[in-house]
């Protein structure tokens, strides 16, 4: 997936993390589904680390303001100084 469509459905994913100020019930499903996501959109130690941070803010009442797929596609893109590892479909 290349780094444009992960920003894409970073934004998409943070979006639908709102849809609970309207429907609060929707975290109860959302919460994992987001931690999923994120393990599966950003592999390994770094994934695991987001998607529990991921799964913690979905959870909590009122932090879903917090854009946590975004801020971890500017870590993994924009900050890490390390070369990040696009793989093109």
Not at 1 to 21: P, Q, R
Not at 41 to 62: H, N, Q, T, W
């Amino acid at each position: 997936m290349n780094t444009y469509k992960k920003l894409g459905l970073s934004i998409l994913f943070d979006a639908l993390g709102y849809v609970s100020f309207v429907f609060p019930p929707f975290d109860v499903v959302w919460a994992p589904l987001s931690a999923y996501l994120m393990t599966k959109m950003y592999r390994g130690r770094k994934g695991k680390v987001a998607a529990v941070i991921s799964f913690a803010e979905e959870a909590l009442p009122f932090m879903d303001v917090v854009p946590t797929f975004s801020l971890m596609w500017l870590y993994t893109f924009v900050f890490n100084k390390e070369k990040a590892s696009v793989v093109k479909a």
